[in-house]
């Protein structure tokens, strides 16, 4: 009895590590099983344990499962899945089609349409820079002006 209490033990040990096999595991029940009233106090948890496992095994079901509604969901699943994806993907085309058709574009530029506002003000800060070259243009026309006077006057 001794060397069975020992080995309890040793099994113990292991199945509370987490380490043992279901061989080994068998025969703790076993051995515990078979000491019965013999095993010590302080082992005393296994055998509650044992029989709560043993207990736990033999519970059923109070209503049988049947294996065509079973079935039958496993088929619907699929399928609910796929439907969920296609009204999504109808959802997202249908929202894009939506906005493209509403779409007026913003302005032309050189005959083209801009649908974007930043693009269009992009476009016409060039245009800013035209009043500086029409003041250089300006300039330029005076000082062509003052030289054409200034070789009449040479020339008589």
Same mark, same amino acid.
């Given at each position: 009895?001794?060397?069975?209490?020992?080995?309890?033990?040793?099994?113990?040990?292991?199945?509370?590590? &987490?380490?043992?096999?279901? !061989? *080994? +595991?068998?025969?703790? %029940?076993?051995?515990?099983?078979?000491?019965? @009233?013999?095993?010590?106090?302080?082992?005393?948890?296994?055998?509650?344990?044992?029989? &709560?496992?043993?207990?736990? !095994? *033999? +519970?059923?079901?109070? %209503?049988?499962?049947?294996?065509?509604?079973? @079935?039958?969901?496993?088929?619907?699943?699929?399928?609910?899945?796929?439907?969920?994806? &296609?009204?999504?993907?109808? !959802?997202?085309?249908?929202?894009?089609?939506?906005?493209?058709?509403?779409?007026?574009?913003?302005?032309?530029?050189?005959?083209?349409?801009?649908?974007?506002?930043?693009?269009?003000?992009?476009?016409?800060?060039?245009?800013?820079?035209?009043?500086?070259?029409?003041?250089?243009?300006?300039?330029?026309?005076?000082?062509?002006?003052?030289?054409?006077?200034?070789?009449?006057?040479?020339?008589?």
């Amino acid at each position: 009895m001794d060397k069975s209490i020992e080995r309890i033990d040793q099994l113990v040990e292991l199945w509370l590590d &987490g380490s043992t096999t279901d !061989a *080994e +595991e068998h025969e703790l %029940q076993r051995l515990v099983a078979e000491c019965g @009233a013999e095993l010590p106090a302080r082992l005393g948890w296994l055998t509650t344990t044992f029989e &709560g496992y043993g207990a736990l !095994a *033999e +519970e059923r079901n109070p %209503q049988p499962v049947k294996r065509q509604q079973r @079935a039958r969901r496993q088929l619907i699943r699929p399928l609910q899945r796929v439907m969920q994806w &296609g009204l999504t993907a109808a !959802a997202v085309v249908a929202l894009v089609v939506a906005i493209s058709i509403d779409r007026e574009p913003y302005c032309y530029i050189n005959g083209k349409a801009i649908y974007d506002a930043q693009i269009a003000m992009n476009e016409t800060r060039c245009f800013e820079h035209l009043d500086e070259l029409d003041q250089t243009m300006q300039v330029l026309t005076l000082l062509e002006n003052l030289n054409n006077e200034n070789n009449l006057e040479v020339n008589n």
